[in-house]
């Protein structure tokens, strides 16, 4: 079997026309079969759960679970708030924790957002720096004497 690539001329014909599809070509029935079924869990869990504004009591009860067994944190679901966007836990609480000039230290590197967000509120964003090991706790005691 020669090898097309090698031979001059010998690349195969590629259609390149970028344009979609004709529609009845499309599964269409099928897209709207999975959206129907999709739609109806979505409404199943909206009902048994859609009353508490801290999110699904499900997904805190075994978040509670998890915590509890891998981190040996004790809690009740009723403690735990679970957010649609970080920058929403994030607004809440540098509202409930900080005040201005409070210190907050943060990964170095780290992401911008929640710097962004602890400055916003008025806290005096530390940089900490990370080893192989996390946090490097010697940082949060220099900072402390500054």
Not at 57 to 82: F, K, W
Not at 103 to 108: K, M, Q, R, T
């Amino acid at each position: 079997m020669a090898n097309w690539m090698s031979e001059p001329g010998g690349a195969p014909e590629v259609e390149t026309n970028n344009v979609a599809p004709p529609f009845d070509e499309l599964p269409v029935d099928r897209w709207q079969k999975l959206l129907n079924q999709a739609t109806r869990i979505v409404r199943a869990v909206s009902r048994t759960d859609s009353s508490s504004p801290t999110g699904c009591a499900r997904l805190r009860q075994t978040l509670a679970d998890y915590l509890r067994r891998a981190r040996g944190v004790e809690c009740s679901p009723e403690q735990i708030v679970v957010f649609s966007q970080p920058e929403t836990a994030n607004y809440l609480i540098c509202r409930l924790l900080l005040n201005t000039g409070d210190a907050a230290a943060v990964e170095n590197p780290g992401g911008t957002g929640t710097r962004h967000a602890l400055a916003f509120h008025g806290a005096r964003v530390v940089p900490i720096s990370v080893d192989a090991e996390g946090l490097v706790v010697q940082c949060l005691y220099d900072s402390a004497k500054q």
